[in-house]
C-alpha cells in the first residue's frame, strides 16, 4: 500500500518546525526515524496533511557527557546509542536494552526519540526511561519544559507531549558505582517485539543493595515500573528467595493484554521470569564492579 496524499516540509533548524507544528496542529506529524509512522501511512493508520520531516534539523542528534548525567539529542540513531562508550560506560541498561530492538537496518534509521514518543508498551526504551528516570525536554513555541519519565507515558502509543512540541533531547542519569545492570527479553524471534521485557539496575553498598530499580514491558498499556519488587530487593538483599518474591510482585502487577501471540495468564507468567533473571543477572554483574 501506499500513503495517502500529503505534503511534507524539510525545515533545517528547531524555531521552524515549532513553527510549522504551532501553525498545522494536529493536522501535522512528525518524521524522524520513520520506523514506525511510515508503516502506520502506508497501511492508512495515520492521515496527516503534513509531514515535518526532522532529519534535516541540525542540532537534535548528539550525546553530551553533562557532570552526573547524559544528555541524548533525540533524533540520535538507535545505532550511535548501540555503539557509543559514552553510553556503555555510563549508562549500559541503555546500551544493552538497544541490541534487542529489532534487527540492524531499523537501529541504522530509529531515533531513540522517535521510539520513546511513540510510547509502544512492548518497546525496550520506555522500561528503560522509567527504571532510570529519564527526564524528558520538550520544546514548543510557547517555550521549553521538562517531563519525568513517571509523568510521559499515559497510554498505549500515547504520551503527554503536546499536539505542538517536539521532543528535543533526554536526560539521562549516570549509574552509579558499584552497580549492575541487566536487560533481559522473551520474543518469538530475535527482533521481534518482546512478549515480556525486564530492565534492572542494583546499587550495591557492603554488599547489601541501597538502590534498585526495575520495570517491565510487554505488561500493560505502558511500561511499568515496579515499585513494591524494588522494596523487597532492597529489604532481602539479593537471593533466591527474595528474586522469587520479587518476580511474583512483578506479576502481580502487570496487567497484560493477550493477542495471537500469548494470552495475559502467559504474559504474566512470563514477566516473573525476566524480572527474575534480570535481577540475578544484575546482581552477578554488579559483583563484577564491586
Do not use: W
Not at 25 to 52: C, H, K, M, Y
Amino acid at each position: 500500500m501506499k500513503p495517502p496524499p500529503l505534503d511534507i516540509c524539510t525545515p533545517t533548524a528547531v524555531s521552524e518546525a515549532l513553527s510549522l507544528l504551532s501553525e498545522y496542529g494536529t493536522d501535522a506529524r512528525l518524521l524522524a526515524g520513520g520506523q514506525s509512522l511510515v508503516p502506520l501511512l502506508n497501511f492508512r493508520l495515520s492521515r496527516p496533511e503534513i509531514l515535518i520531516d526532522l532529519n534535516r534539523v541540525a542540532g537534535l542528534s548528539f550525546i553530551k557527557d553533562i557532570g552526573d548525567h547524559l544528555e541524548i539529542g533525540a533524533m540520535t540513531r538507535e545505532r550511535e546509542i548501540e555503539n557509543n562508550d559514552l553510553i556503555g560506560e555510563h549508562a549500559p541498561l541503555l546500551q544493552e536494552a538497544t541490541t534487542y530492538i529489532a534487527h540492524l537496518p531499523i537501529r541504522s534509521r530509529g531515533t531513540i526519540g522517535g521510539s520513546l514518543a511513540n510510547a509502544d508498551p512492548a518497546a525496550e526504551y520506555p522500561a528503560v526511561a522509567l527504571a532510570l528516570d529519564f527526564v524528558f525536554v520538550a520544546q514548543s513555541v510557547r517555550g521549553e519544559r521538562k517531563i519525568k519519565a513517571t509523568e510521559f507515558f499515559e497510554d498505549i502509543l500515547t504520551t503527554t507531549l503536546q499536539p505542538d512540541e517536539i521532543l528535543t533531547k533526554i536526560i539521562v542519569p549516570k549509574i552509579p558505582n558499584n552497580s549492575g545492570t541487566a536487560f533481559v527479553e522473551i520474543a518469538r524471534r530475535h527482533g521481534d517485539f518482546a512478549l515480556a521485557g525486564a530492565a534492572a539496575q542494583i546499587s550495591f553498598k557492603n554488599h547489601h543493595p541501597y538502590e534498585a530499580r526495575l520495570s517491565v514491558c510487554g505488561a500493560g498499556p505502558t511500561a511499568i515500573r515496579l515499585l513494591a519488587a524494588e522494596k523487597m530487593i532492597l529489604r532481602d538483599g539479593v537471593s533466591q528467595n527474595s528474586i522469587k518474591a520479587a518476580a511474583a510482585a512483578a506479576s502481580a502487577a502487570a496487567d497484560p493484554m493477550a493477542d495471537p501471540h500469548a494470552s495475559t495468564s502467559y504474559r504474566r507468567r512470563l514477566i516473573g521470569v525476566v524480572v527474575s533473571r534480570a535481577i540475578a543477572k544484575a546482581a552477578e554483574r554488579a559483583g563484577e564492579n564491586r
